[in-house]
């Protein structure tokens, strides 16, 4: 069974940062890309970044660009977001989830909470 | 990259089918098959429902279909039953590799 479990969320204050995890299991991570996607709570979802399966490509949304980097350790099955400058609008559920042209399985997500 | 653009809403009575669109432009839904739809709970983690524009991944009822004609792809689901009342979003994977999702559609079941 594919699982996915972010962890790493909390309260943070603007300008603060936050290194987000997710640990992977039930299928073969190195060989597959890998995202995260955030939701504000009651709002639609954005997509964060990319990266590919031995982490040599990355990809990121403008609003997080020079920020936030991406990246995965695939002998830890575990995916990666250190998130730097963090802002209020970066409040939301921050979820990782497996694929490069659809996600076909989401983790739970974790909550992150930029306020002062 | 521009947001999908889904309606706010749609709504149907048991049994009946529903289609939600979702719609780009011809540099992306229409220059592309690679448009995918998910459904979410609230509370939960999205669930992929339809990739590659009409393809369903094993384990979801064949309720579900996707399409697309020109710069909108759709969501139908057919049969529709109370379990389906929830929100919907199309997502897009762009050529720059990068996605793209739609602003969610609340499917109200009535």
């Known amino acids: 069974e594919v699982q996915l479990l972010e962890s790493g969320g909390g309260l943070v204050q603007p300008g603060g940062s936050l290194r987000l995890s997710c640990a992977a299991s039930g299928f073969t991570f190195s060989s597959h890309s890998m995202n995260w996607v955030r939701q504000t709570p009651g709002k639609g979802l954005e997509w964060v970044s990319g990266?590919?399966?031995?982490?040599?490509?990355?990809y990121y949304a403008d609003s997080v660009k020079g920020r936030f980097t991406i990246s995965r350790d695939n002998s830890k099955s575990t995916l990666y977001l250190q998130m730097n400058s963090l802002r209020v609008e970066d409040t939301a559920i921050y979820y990782c989830a497996k694929g490069y042209r659809y996600l076909d399985y989401w983790g739970q997500g974790t909550l992150i909470t930029v306020s002062s | 990259q521009s947001a999908l653009t889904q309606p706010a809403s749609v709504s149907g009575s048991p049994g009946q089918s529903i289609t939600i669109s979702c719609t780009g432009t011809?540099?992306?839904?229409?220059?592309?098959?690679?448009v995918s739809w998910y459904q979410q709970h609230p509370g939960k983690a999205p669930k992929l429902l339809i990739y590659?524009?009409?393809y369903r991944p094993s384990g979801v009822s064949n309720r579900f279909s996707g399409s697309k004609s020109g710069n909108t792809a759709s969501l139908t689901i057919s049969g529709l039953q109370a379990e389906d009342e929830t929100e919907y979003y199309c997502?897009?994977?762009?050529?720059?590799?990068?996605?793209?999702f739609g602003g969610g559609t609340k499917l109200t079941v009535l």
């Open positions: 990266i590919t399966i031995n982490g040599g490509k990355t």
């Open positions: 011809s540099s992306d839904v229409g220059g592309y098959n690679y």
């Open positions: 590659d524009v009409s």
């Open positions: 997502s897009l994977y762009t050529s720059s590799s990068s996605l793209v």
